[in-house]
C-alpha cells in the first residue's frame, strides 16, 4: 500500500525531472579553434591566406527551439600582413607590413536549415547561417629595428596633426558585424559538434594603419613621435637606392573599401540532460 502512495508522487517527480532535462537542452556551454585572417590594404590577395594565425573562443547558446538560437561569445585571434608577398608592383615597392591581435565580445542569432535536436535520431545535423554584434580590440604594429612599435599613437597618415590633415585618429575598440555560417552535428545528447565561418564587416579602413594617403614628411614631423612617424609611414625606400613612394598626396591605401577579418574554425559544445528518474525505495528507474 505505502508502495502504491508514492507511485504518483514518481510520476510527478519524473515529469518535473524531464520538463528541467528539456529546458537543460536549451543551454550549451562550448569553445571553438581554428584560424583568424584579415583581409585589407595589405592582405588583399588570395596568396595573403599563408599568414594565418591560429584563433580560439568560447561561448554560451541558447536554443529557442529545434531552429533558432542565442549565442553569446569571447574570442581571441590575431592577424598579419606584409606587401612583400604581393603580385602587384605598386605594392611591392609600397613595403608595408602589420601585425594585430584581435580580441572580441560577440552576441548573434543563429538559424537552422533544419530542426537540430540531440534526442531525435532523424534530427542530427543542420546547416545553419547567423548575424549578430560585436565589440573587439585591434593594435596594428609594424616590426622596425628588431622591435614592434605600436602604428595608431604614430599618426603614420597624419592623425597626429589633423588641424593640418584634416584626418582624425581612429579608435581600436570598434563595433563590427560577424555574418557567417556553418555545419552542427548532434554527436550525442550532450554533445553537438560543428563547423563555421565567422567573417566580420568592419567600420573602420585602419585595421592594418592603412587607408589614404601619403602626408608630407615635414608635416608628418610636426606629431608626436614625428620622426619614427616618417619612417614608418613610408618605407618604400628601406634598403633600396630608389626615390621614395611618398610624395604628399600620393595614394597610400583605399580609403573606398574598408578592412575585414574572418575566423574560422571546429566547435563542441556541451548540454546537461537529466539520467533516468528512480523509482522510491530505490527500485530501478523507468
Not at 560577440?106 to 537540430?116: G, H, K, M, S
Not at 548575424?131 to 597626429?160: K, M, R
Request: aromatic letters at 14%; charged letters at 20%.
Amino acid at each position: 500500500m505505502k508502495r502504491n502512495r508514492l507511485i504518483p508522487i514518481a510520476i510527478c517527480g519524473c515529469l518535473l525531472a524531464g520538463q528541467h532535462a528539456a529546458l537543460a537542452q536549451q543551454h550549451e556551454i562550448g569553445a571553438w579553434g581554428g584560424m583568424g585572417h584579415s583581409f585589407g590594404d595589405i592582405n588583399n590577395s588570395r596568396e595573403s591566406l599563408q599568414f594565418a594565425e591560429p584563433a580560439f573562443g568560447m561561448f554560451y547558446r541558447y536554443n529557442f527551439n529545434t531552429r533558432a538560437a542565442w549565442y553569446l561569445g569571447a574570442a581571441f585571434g590575431s592577424t598579419y600582413g606584409e606587401d612583400a608577398i604581393s603580385d602587384d608592383i605598386y605594392q611591392q615597392t609600397r613595403n608595408l607590413s602589420y601585425r594585430t591581435g584581435l580580441w572580441e565580445v560577440a552576441t548573434r542569432f543563429e538559424l537552422n536549415f533544419f530542426p537540430l535536436s540531440r534526442t531525435k535520431k532523424d534530427e542530427w545535423f543542420s546547416p545553419f547561417l547567423f548575424a549578430g554584434l560585436s565589440l573587439y580590440h585591434f593594435n596594428p604594429q609594424a616590426l622596425y629595428d628588431g622591435n614592434w612599435v605600436d602604428l595608431q599613437p604614430l599618426g603614420t597618415e597624419g592623425q597626429n596633426v589633423e588641424e593640418i590633415s584634416g584626418i582624425d585618429p581612429y579608435y581600436r575598440y570598434q563595433v563590427a558585424i560577424p555574418l557567417g555560417g556553418g555545419v552542427k552535428f548532434a554527436v550525442s545528447k550532450n554533445i553537438t559538434m560543428g563547423l563555421e565561418v565567422n567573417w566580420h564587416k568592419l567600420f573602420t579602413d585602419y585595421l592594418d594603419d592603412v587607408s589614404a594617403v601619403y602626408i608630407d614628411p615635414a608635416i608628418l614631423a610636426l606629431g608626436d613621435n614625428g620622426d619614427l612617424a616618417v619612417a614608418l609611414a613610408d618605407r618604400s625606400a628601406e634598403g633600396i637606392d630608389i626615390i621614395p613612394l611618398g610624395r604628399a598626396g600620393q595614394q597610400r591605401g583605399d580609403r573606398y573599401r574598408n578592412d575585414s577579418f574572418v575566423f574560422a574554425g571546429v566547435f563542441l559544445s556541451y548540454s546537461i540532460v537529466n539520467m533516468k528518474c528512480p523509482m522510491p525505495g530505490g527500485g530501478k528507474g523507468f
